[in-house]
């Protein structure tokens, strides 16, 4: 996990509450406390730890011969954590962050490249850790791993830096040798200030194990370095607790559905940490599998279409719903800048024009924050028509319908 830095978290189990009794200067009441076993008992059907390993170098220059010198090679292994995506057959997809499986300062060479070398993951309840065989690899003399019994193995099937998630694929039935009864997650519509956020997660490398809290802030940019450059990521803050080897965890609600992958934390300040919204999740993972299957060679991570915009957020406010007793932040999206030769220009777009709904294949999706298009932008592929509506001086109007190319579509780093 990044800790502002890089945060990984755990999984152990939920304390089962019962009614406690609450003093107040003029009476004692009884407050009951939601009993979340059977949310935190489906979600762990879907979760897992991860263990990454990385061969990485250093020089040495003997003293007699400055012009000299020779590579040791050592095997580092990270830990994190991961949720069950799909079960399609016999491939199963795992979704964890991308740095747990990418690290910058692997050796190219021996170790294949920037991402693991190895990936194992493994089930809650059948949870082991890799252990040395004492025995060293031929051409570079690294120490090798065992990964026992309970590990499986995984390959990268992709990922994002930008979004800080990786697509694994494991065999379903190495999976279901441990245990027939895993599942996929499922995925929450979204998540609202002030609802119960539970995180799973390989805390401290200690194993699976499951905290408490509730989504602070529903949506706020964070810097964070994962490949030596800094970017800034959209997260949702959590006052939940989350630790080293919590990344690539699932946050859950309190009907086990995802609302998010935990990501980063913070080292100096208590209660915020941050997870992956669910609507970035959902669209990157779909995303980064689309292309992963699409039998094209060339196509492997994430790609998107750049419309040739730029969008800011104005009036911005909190609308507050009495009947579903919830609320949300709302803005207009307003278009500050056309690019030429652009889809934009292509839709018929202007400058001034506030953006209401995403028409993609036919379907209106709302655009409530400027981000939503961005997010939305995730789900489009060669061969979809796009358009848009919007308000043009106060008037409601729809624009030109364009069918994506493949050339349109730009790779995400």
């Known amino acids: 996990m990044l800790f502002q830095k890089l945060l990984f978290l755990p999984l152990a189990f939920l304390f089962s509450y019962i009614p406690m009794p609450c003093e107040t200067p003029s009476a004692t009441v009884t407050c009951e406390v939601q009993d979340l076993s059977a949310a935190v008992g489906a979600a ?33 292994c990270a830990q994190g954590s991961a949720i ?29 490249g920037k991402t693991a070398r190895e990936i194992y993951c493994y089930l809650y309840g059948s949870e082991d850790a890799p252990k040395m065989t004492g ?42 040798a441990v245990n027939e009864k895993i599942r996929e997650a499922t995925l929450a519509d979204g998540y609202t200030a002030g609802e119960t956020a539970i995180a799973i997660g390989n805390t401290e490398g200690e194993g699976i194990s499951v905290t408490r809290g509730i989504v602070s802030v529903e949506n706020e940019w964070i810097p964070l370095k994962i490949d ?13 607790p989350i630790y080293n080897g919590n990344s690539g965890g699932g946050l859950f609600n309190t009907e086990g559905k995802l609302i998010g ?34 039998g094209n060679p060339d196509t492997f991570g994430a790609y998107k279409i750049a419309l040739g915009c730029t969008v800011s957020g104005e009036h911005s ?76 001086g106060g008037e409601k109007a729809d624009s030109a319908e364009y069918t994506v190319s493949a050339s349109d579509l730009n790779p995400i780093a």
Do not use: W
């Open 44 to 76: 762990l059907q879907s979760s897992l730890k991860v263990y990454s390993t990385f061969v990485t170098s250093t020089v040495s220059f003997k003293p007699d011969f400055c012009a000299h010198s020779s590579k040791n090679y050592t095997l580092m």
């Open 84 to 112: 069950v995506y799909r079960i399609e057959g016999d491939d199963t997809y795992i979704l964890t962050n991308y740095h747990v499986v990418f690290n910058s300062g692997a050796d190219e060479t021996a170790n294949g």
């Open 135 to 176: 025995e060293k690899d031929k051409t570079y003399g690294f120490p090798l791993c065992d990964f026992g019994e309970y590990g499986i193995r995984c390959e990268f099937a992709g990922g994002s830096v930008s979004a800080d998630l990786a697509l694994l694929k494991a065999k379903t039935s190495d999976i279901t």
């Open 228 to 240: 030596g450059a800094e970017r800034k990521y959209r997260c949702l803050r959590i006052d939940t």
């Open 261 to 294: 992958i935990t990501n980063a934390g913070s080292t100096e300040k208590q209660n915020i940490n941050y997870a992956i919204p669910i609507s970035i999740v959902h669209g990157m993972a779909e995303n980064l599998l689309h292309h992963y299957l699409d």
């Open 317 to 392: 406010k909190y609308l507050y719903d009495d009947q579903s007793g919830t609320g949300k932040i709302v803005e207009e999206t307003r278009i500050d800048r056309i690019a030429d030769q652009s889809i934009a220009k292509a839709l018929g777009l202007a400058e001034g024009d506030m953006i209401t709904h995403l028409i993609v294949n036919g379907a209106a999706h709302r655009v409530e924050r400027a981000f939503d298009i961005s997010d939305l932008l995730l789900t489009v592929r060669a061969g979809d028509t796009l358009s848009v509506t919007y308000l043009r």
